[in-house]
C-alpha cells in the first residue's frame, strides 16, 4: 500500500509539473511583444538620427505624431494588462444580449440538467457531480467563448471591406461621420453593428477617442486597434486619410492571406493532433465493446480511480502543449 500511495504521489507531482510547464512556457505572443518593442527601438534611434527640417510646421507635426505615438502605446500597453474580462463584457463581445442573472440562470439549467443525465444513466455519483459541474461552470462559458470567437472571425473577415468603403468615401468628398454611417446601414453584422454603436457614441457627444475605445472593448482585436490608431493620428497631424487607411486595408488583407498559409501548412499538425487525441478514446470503445467487464476495474476501484485522473491530466497536458506548438500568430 505504501508503494502504491508512493506511486500515485509521483505520478501527481510529475503531472502538476507538465500542466506548470504548459501554461507558463514562453507563449507565441511574448515573443511577438518582444519584436514589436525591439521594431520601436530601432524606430526610435532611425527617427533621431533623421536630420531636423527647418520648417517649424513639419517640426510642429512631428511632435504632435511621436506624443500620439507614445500615448497610444501607453493606452494599448493598459488594455493588455487588463487580462480578466468581466462576464457582462464577454456577453457583449460574444454579441448575446443576455444580463449575468439571465446567464447564470441558463448555467443552472444546464448544471440540472447535466446532472440529471447522469443520475438516469446510472452513473456513480462522483460521475454525476463531475457532469453537474461541468453543465454549471464549464458548458456555458465554452459556448460564450465560442460565440465570442466566432463573431471576432466574422468581424475580422468584413472589416477590411468597411475600411475600403471609407476610403471610396474620403476620396469622393464625403466626411467621414457620413463614411461610417453607411457602413452601419450596409455592413453585414457584426461590423454593421459595430459601427452603428460607434455612430451613437459619436452622436451622444463622445469623443472620437472614446468611441473608438469602447469599440476595442466590445471587439478586443489588433485590426480595430490599427484602425483607430490611425483615426486618432490623422486626426492629430493631419494627413492623407484615404491613403492612410488604403495601406490598412492592404495590410490586414496581407494579415488574413498570411493566416490563411499558416492553417494551410499546420493542417498536417492539427491532424496528427486530433488522432492522438481521440485514440485513448477510441482504443477505450474499441476494448469495451471486445470485453465489457476488463475495464471495470479502472471505475469500481480506487487505484483505477487514480489511474484514470492521472491518465486524464496527462491527457490535458499533451493537448495543451500541442495547442501551443501548433498555435502561429501573425
Known amino acids: ?39 520601436n527601438t530601432g524606430r526610435g534611434g532611425l527617427r533621431g538620427g533623421t536630420q531636423g527640417s527647418s520648417d517649424a510646421q513639419n517640426k510642429e507635426r512631428r511632435r504632435k505624431l511621436t506624443e500620439s505615438l507614445a500615448a497610444l502605446d501607453n493606452k494599448t500597453k493598459n488594455l493588455k494588462k487588463k487580462q480578466r474580462v468581466s462576464l457582462s463584457q464577454m456577453l457583449e463581445q460574444a454579441g448575446l444580449d443576455l444580463t449575468p442573472k439571465n446567464f447564470y440562470m441558463i448555467s443552472a439549467i444546464c448544471a440540472l440538467v447535466f446532472g440529471f443525465v447522469g443520475l438516469v444513466s446510472g452513473q456513480q455519483l462522483w460521475i454525476t457531480g463531475l457532469l453537474f459541474g461541468v453543465g454549471g461552470l464549464g458548458f456555458p462559458r465554452w459556448a460564450v467563448n465560442f460565440l465570442r470567437t466566432r463573431r471576432q472571425k466574422k468581424f475580422i473577415k468584413e472589416f477590411s471591406g468597411a475600411i475600403d468603403v471609407i476610403v471610396r468615401g474620403v476620396k469622393s468628398g464625403l466626411p467621414v461621420n457620413e463614411c461610417l454611417k453607411i457602413i452601419a446601414r450596409e455592413a453585414p453584422r457584426p461590423v454593421g453593428d459595430e459601427f452603428h454603436m460607434l455612430n451613437e457614441a459619436l452622436r451622444i457627444g463622445m469623443t472620437l477617442e472614446q468611441a473608438l475605445g469602447r469599440m476595442y472593448e466590445r471587439m478586443p482585436v489588433q485590426e480595430v486597434n490599427f484602425f483607430g490608431i ?94 501551443k506548438m501548433i498555435a502561429i500568430k501573425v
Open 1 to 39: 500500500m505504501d508503494q502504491q500511495l508512493l506511486i500515485i504521489v509521483g505520478l501527481g507531482v510529475v503531472s502538476f509539473a507538465a500542466l506548470a510547464f504548459a501554461f507558463l512556457a514562453p507563449t507565441q505572443k511574448d515573443k511577438s511583444n518582444k519584436r514589436l518593442a525591439s521594431l
Open 230 to 323: 490611425v483615426l486618432l493620428i490623422q486626426q492629430t497631424t493631419g494627413g492623407n486619410l484615404a491613403e492612410a487607411l488604403g495601406n490598412l486595408s492592404n495590410v490586414l488583407r496581407s494579415r488574413k492571406l498570411m493566416e490563411g498559409k499558416i492553417k494551410a501548412l499546420s493542417a498536417e499538425a492539427k491532424a496528427s493532433a486530433y488522432i492522438i487525441g481521440s485514440l485513448p478514446f477510441l482504443v477505450m470503445g474499441a476494448v469495451k465493446v471486445a470485453s465489457p467487464d476488463y475495464l471495470d476495474p479502472l471505475f469500481t476501484t480506487r487505484m483505477g480511480n487514480f489511474i484514470l485522473i492521472g491518465a486524464g491530466m496527462w491527457m490535458l497536458t499533451g493537448v495543451m502543449v500541442m495547442k
